[in-house]
């Protein structure tokens, strides 16, 4: 994949007709999902690591709260934020 492809893909989740707020959390979703498969993929790859679906889930939870509270959306702890995800994305 390039680097065309990649800005196409994320192009395609800017949900502009919506409410920024709403925008704002797909595309702070959107990023956490595609981060954490390239970093579990490169460690696939590389480090010849094992697929874990529960490393992967956790990791995504992680980075989207990391990206929200850059964001400055809703700020919360990072325990009440992995049991909580959806809610606090409110999506």
């Known amino acids: 994949m390039n680097y065309d ?25 959107w990023m956490s ?3 954490s498969i390239w970093l579990l993929r490169n460690n696939f790859i590389f480090n010849e690591a094992q697929f874990d679906e529960e490393v992967l889930w956790d990791q995504i939870k992680v980075k989207a709260w990391l990206l929200s509270n850059k964001r400055k959306m809703k700020h919360c702890s990072l325990a009440d934020w992995t ?5 606090y994305l409110e999506i």
């Open 83 to 87: 049991t909580n995800l959806l809610e």
């Open 5 to 29: 492809d990649a800005k196409v893909h994320l192009l395609q989740h800017d949900l502009h007709f919506m409410r920024k707020d709403v925008n704002t959390r797909c595309q702070v979703l």
């Open 33 to 35: 999902i595609v981060w």
